[in-house]
């Protein structure tokens, strides 16, 4: 295990791990099959077979000692899992504490070890169990094993899953994301606000803080409350948008909870995930190629992220007797599949597709897909029928590297009820995305629908939602010059924001920085006011 080995150990192996490195840099890209023969070749300590973790481990403390050079490069080749931070940022999730839901939705799983809708043996739901679900010890165990496994963990995105957050009692939700800056700050502070406040600065910053709820629990005072916690992007169950569907499906809210919903979290400047499930109780293929629609057509929604959750049919659902019943029928696998190529193809550009289907283990899936690599068979089969998505995760630079400067700054304007929104990007010439803004410009700065948000700091402000900037988790204050990271890429798309809101008319910016990007926007001539950075547009 990577918590075990001791300097001592790491001297010891220095001799192996250099003639493994040595032979690792002449190979661009690095097959797998071609790393495992040169670990077998140089085994640790005559006998047994190096893991990458201990590699990784060994390389980093030779370049902490000043023995070997570090080369991002190369570290990239023995990375375990190196998709994990290709975004830029480390995501670590942890799970809340079983909890009564609200919700009686009749697809949703009862495990009474788990938050509702988690089964037990789900791996994100195994380590939080492990840790007693407890919010300190979930997150520094997962950044010691992204730094052990050579990721970048100075920009940390929290995500905190489970049950729906804003049904736990408000003192639980403030000790909870306190403990959990507490592991990223590696120390005990006495309140949440000296946790932020400390973050600032931080070893492990936190650059977003994603938090779910439901439609029917927003409103300006959950909003407010949700800015206080440090809260910058909001995933929430649409599921579905037809009310007969949700009421066929006991879900609880209404499809016009979810618009006034999205209005109030977009005035706010929040980025918005909504989790859409096809094959429910009452659906068919033909309804949820409407109704998948109605994403986009619809200006109340059109969300910056989504997550597609086919329907699994869950012995411990309620939806299990409706079937045994006879009145529901899982979609045919090959259905499914072409249904969610036909999706893939209408996702706008502004738009990433998070996930495809939920990574269920199969032996608890009693009918239907029990496909678990269900994106990489539907990738595979775009590129044979020649169809393309265009969403922003199919776009991003990934571990690419970039010439920056022949990337081109390209706005993509589109209108929602309560804004004009603007996608500002910089693409490189063979149109990936090298990093991204959210502008939003607010018909009613402050307002939404009518609702006065109850929020100084964006009285007559234009919007920022999200400025991100692709390429491998780099340190921060330190540069690659082939990758997107800290190139300036993310200052230019803040000066063409500033420019595009000026020319609007609009007379301040304010931006929903989470807590570790406050330095970040300070050094911009950004002040914080009411959680929100602010600036004067002169």
């Not at 979930?138 to 730094?147: H, K």
């Not at 403990?179 to 600032?200: K, S």
């Not at 998070?354 to 239907?368: E, F, H, K």
């Not at 200052?491 to 000026?502: F, G």
Request: proline content about 5%; hydrophobic content about 35%.
């Amino acid at each position: 295990m990577i918590h075990e080995l001791t300097p001592a150990d790491m001297d010891r192996f220095a001799d192996s791990v250099v003639a493994i490195l040595d032979e690792v840099r002449h190979y661009d890209p690095l097959p797998a099959n071609k790393l495992h023969s040169i670990l077998r070749r140089h085994p640790r300590d005559g006998n047994s077979v190096f893991n990458k973790a201990q590699i990784v481990r060994t390389y980093k403390y030779l370049c902490d000692q000043g023995r070997l050079e570090f080369d991002p490069g190369l570290l990239r080749k023995i990375q375990m899992k190196p998709v994990r931070s290709i975004s830029g940022v480390a995501p670590v999730t942890v799970l809340t504490k079983p909890y009564p839901c609200p919700g009686k939705c009749i697809f949703c799983p009862t495990d009474v070890r788990m938050p509702k809708s988690y089964l037990h043996d789900e791996p994100g739901a195994m380590r939080a169990e492990q840790h007693a679900f407890d919010p300190f010890d979930q997150t520094a165990s997962r950044i010691r094993a992204f730094d052990g496994n050579g990721h970048g963990t100075d920009k940390i995105e929290l995500l905190v899953l489970g049950g729906t957050w804003s049904s736990y009692t408000r003192d639980y939700q403030s000790w909870f994301i306190h403990r959990v800056f507490d592991a990223m700050n590696g120390r005990d502070t006495a309140t949440l606000q000296e946790a932020h406040t400390v973050n600032e600065t931080a070893d492990h910053r936190n650059v977003g803080l994603v938090l779910e709820t439901r439609p029917d629990h927003v409103n300006p005072e959950e909003i407010r409350w949700l800015r206080s916690l440090g809260a910058t992007k909001i995933q929430m169950g649409a599921q579905a948008l037809d009310d007969r569907v949700l009421k066929m499906n006991r879900r609880g809210h209404t499809v016009e909870q979810t618009r006034h919903a999205m209005r109030l979290l977009r005035a706010a400047g929040f980025k918005l995930v909504l989790h859409w499930m096809p094959n429910l109780h009452g659906a068919t293929l033909a309804s949820d190629r409407e109704d998948f629609d109605r994403l986009w057509s619809d200006t109340a929604l059109r969300p910056d992220e989504i997550k597609i959750y086919s329907t699994a049919l869950l012995e411990n659902a309620e939806l299990f007797e409706v079937w045994e019943r006879g009145e529901y029928e899982p979609y045919d696998e090959d259905e499914l599949v072409d249904m969610l190529i036909e999706c893939k193809q209408q996702v706008p550009r502004y738009c990433r597709i998070n996930r495809l289907y939920r990574d269920i283990p199969s032996p608890n899936i009693v009918a239907g897909s029990k496909m678990t690599n269900m994106r990489q068979h539907i990738q595979r089969l775009m590129k044979q029928r020649g169809v393309y998505c265009n969403c922003l995760r199919c776009r991003e630079v990934r571990g690419d590297a970039v010439d920056v400067d022949r990337a081109t700054l390209r706005d993509l304007p589109y209108e929602t009820d309560g804004a004009r929104e603007h996608f500002l990007r910089f693409e490189t010439p063979d149109e990936l995305v090298a990093g991204y803004l959210r502008l939003s410009l607010p018909h009613q700065p402050g307002r939404a629908a009518g609702e006065d948000l109850g929020i100084s700091a964006l009285e007559g402000a234009a919007l920022v939602r999200e400025v991100h900037v692709y390429g491998p988790a780099l340190a921060l204050g330190k540069s690659n010059e082939q990758r997107a990271q800290h190139r300036g890429l993310g200052r230019r798309l803040l000066a063409a924001a500033e420019t595009k809101a000026k020319d609007a008319g609009y007379h301040r910016m304010a931006i929903i920085a989470a807590v570790g990007t406050r330095q970040y926007y300070a050094a911009s001539g950004y002040e914080l006011c009411d959680e929100y950075m602010v600036k004067a547009l002169r």
